[in-house]
């Protein structure tokens, strides 16, 4: 999306490397020592995925190519999905953001079908790619602020 004219070689080495990253980051995420397990509750899976995912980017570069796209948009749309249950199950602990976490998890998976679409239809397209990866971003950080406490952030009472 930002050097639109790079080869597809280089796109995909980088889009395996990117989604390498992202799956150990969402791994270290799983591991962390949050006391509700609300936001990283389906990352443990989702990040062995997304490595294999991209060691298979890797090694078969070009002929992945084509794929790129609606992989970014069908990603985007589980990741959403996913997204939408810990909402539910933020409401039943009593969390007040839980309905913004929905609305987010709706319109990314909305973004992301949409990319899915365009991609099958022969029309790709930047801006829905920008806004899908944006919103997918948007509800991730709204998540974790609303749902993750650390252990070592509550008062010392609680924690006995």
């Avoid at 799956?23 to 949050?34: A, C, E, F, H, W």
């Avoid at 389906?42 to 992989?71: K, M």
């Avoid at 990741?79 to 976490?101: C, R």
Wanted: with cysteine; glycine share 8%; aromatic share 8%.
């Amino acid at each position: 999306m930002i050097l639109p004219d790079a080869s597809p070689i280089a796109v995909c080495i980088s889009s395996g490397i990117i989604l390498i990253a992202y799956g150990v980051i969402k791994i270290i995420g799983y591991l962390s020592d949050d006391l509700y397990c609300l936001a990283f509750q389906y990352d443990l899976g989702c990040g062995l995925f997304l490595i294999v995912l991209g060691v298979i980017v890797l090694i078969f570069r070009v002929r992945v190519w084509q794929y790129l796209q609606p992989a970014l948009g069908m990603l985007i749309l589980l990741d959403s999905l996913m997204t939408i249950q810990t909402s539910k199950d933020s409401k039943k602990f009593g969390l007040e953001t839980w309905y913004w976490i929905l609305i987010c998890a709706i319109a990314a998976g909305a973004l992301g079908a949409l990319v899915v679409i365009q991609s099958f239809l022969g029309r790709p397209s930047r801006i829905a790619n920008g806004c899908s990866v944006l919103m997918e971003g948007v509800m991730k950080h709204l998540l974790v602020k609303s749902t993750v406490i650390l252990m070592k952030d509550l008062p010392h009472s609680i924690e006995d």
